[in-house]
């Protein structure tokens, strides 16, 4: 069974720093790994999508890149900002099913 | 990205009536969608799997005759929450997937369910 671990489980840092976020996955098996970000009671919005034949992505000032083999994914978020706080979740596709498990997510604070 | 439409994204109601959500693919067609249940400060718990045309696959402890889930076009996915009780209540959000049984997913809002 696939499980996805979110290290750390909040962060808080001051407007302006690089920070990363990790993820683990017991399965390397996977199809893709996907990046959301969740603002309070709200859904997810999609960051980024890594196939599992890639080994990052990039969007603006975020990049995600996938180790497969080692079953970790991290998400660097450069030169951040107050909006960027957000829960941040990772999850992977895999199995029969191809189903979604979601990490935990990293509850995320910028402070001005 | 693309968009999925969630609705109603707040409802209350009484214990024993019975609730619908709907989950629409605004620009794309998709022939798998999830739906999920979240719990306060944690994250998603994969309720059931809707495919186009056929039965919805739920997870384990999760019971089908509860959640009805209807997926009867490219575009909409409905989840019925039958007979709802207090402890039913929860935020529900569905996700659709775009190309495929492994394409991105995008998530609608999110319906909260509160039943009094």
Redesign the interface.
Known sequence: KQEVTQIPAALSVPEGENLVLNCSFTDSAI??L?W?RQDP??????LL?IQSSQREQTSGRLNASLDKSSGRSTLYIAASQPGDSATY?C?V?SGS?????????TQLTVLP | GAVVSQHPSRVICKSGTSVKIECRSLDFQATTMFWYRQFPKQSLMLMATSNEGSKATYEQGVEKDKFLINHASLTLSTLTVTSAHPEDSSFYICSASKGGTTGELFFGEGSRLTVL
């Not at chain 1, 009671?41 to 999609?46: E, F, H, Q, R, V």
């Open positions: 199809y893709n996907q959301f009671g709200k859904g997810l919005t999609s999508l979740l999850a596709r099913a191809r189903q979604l498990t979601f990490g935990s997510g």
